[in-house]
């Protein structure tokens, strides 16, 4: 039986909830989701530039798991970029660290 999967921390909701190509190619329109986890991994390495280590400390997960999450969100990224599909951004397994009297809001996969 596999371990419970631990939640990872994330410092907010995402501005906006999906991208759009200005044409569709010739194929049809398709989409993929990008988990919000996801989106915050890319936020903090390469937007923010934060190395991998303090970026899965905020996280609240392991190196290792932070590497993985940001592979496959780089992996769905380039995919609707390069194949011109909808990029959707909802979903996955999140909660938002404690702020002042331990209050928080969980996520999980289902959307928002």
Same mark, same amino acid.
């Given at each position: 039986?596999?371990?419970?999967?631990?939640?990872? /921390?994330?410092?907010?909701?995402?501005? @906006?909830?999906? /991208?759009?190509?200005?044409?569709?190619?010739?194929?049809?329109?398709?989409? @993929?989701?990008?988990?919000?986890?996801?989106?915050?991994? @890319?936020?903090?390495?390469?937007?923010?530039?934060?190395?991998?280590?303090?970026?899965?400390?905020?996280?609240?997960?392991? +190196?290792?798991?932070?590497?993985?999450?940001?592979?496959?969100? +780089?992996?769905? @990224?380039?995919?609707?970029?390069?194949?011109?599909?909808?990029? +959707?951004?909802?979903?996955?397994?999140?909660?938002?660290?404690? +702020?002042?009297?331990?209050?928080?809001?969980?996520?999980?996969?289902?959307?928002?």
């Amino acid at each position: 039986m596999p371990r419970p999967r631990k939640l990872r /921390f994330v410092q907010g909701r995402p501005i @906006v909830d999906a /991208f759009i190509p200005n044409r569709m190619p010739p194929w049809g329109k398709e989409e @993929v989701i990008l988990p919000i986890e996801g989106l915050e991994a @890319v936020k903090l390495n390469d937007f923010q530039g934060l190395d991998q280590e303090t970026a899965a400390r905020m996280m609240n997960v392991s +190196r290792q798991t932070f590497g993985r999450i940001l592979a496959e969100a +780089r992996a769905i @990224v380039a995919d609707a970029l390069v194949m011109g599909k909808i990029l +959707r951004i909802e979903g996955g397994h999140f909660d938002m660290p404690p +702020r002042g009297r331990g209050r928080h809001r969980r996520g999980w996969s289902g959307g928002f």
